[in-house]
């Protein structure tokens, strides 16, 4: 359960010290504050550690551009 909502500004920051943290097999710490399907996709990644697929990497990414998508079209930005 995430502790807050992070930010715009604050979320790629999260996801690249959690994408590295995947990478290298870590558990991810219990509220990153990036979207469920996010962090489930941080799962898959360190389970799938040292030999992480390219698709997972990808997938993640597309993931974080649709929770700023989402924040974006919520505070009208979009």
Do not use: Y
């Not at 040292?50 to 924040?71: G, H, Y």
Request: proline content about 6%.
């Amino acid at each position: 359960m995430r502790s807050r909502r992070l930010s715009r500004d604050e979320l790629p920051p999260a996801f690249e010290a959690a994408l590295a943290s995947a990478l290298r097999g870590e558990l991810l710490p219990t509220s990153t504050g990036l979207s469920s399907e996010i962090e489930d996709l941080m799962w898959d990644i360190a389970d799938a550690h040292p030999a992480v697929p390219q698709r997972l990497i990808d997938q993640a990414r597309a993931a974080l551009d649709r929770q700023i998508n989402q924040m974006d079209a919520s505070s009208g930005k979009a």
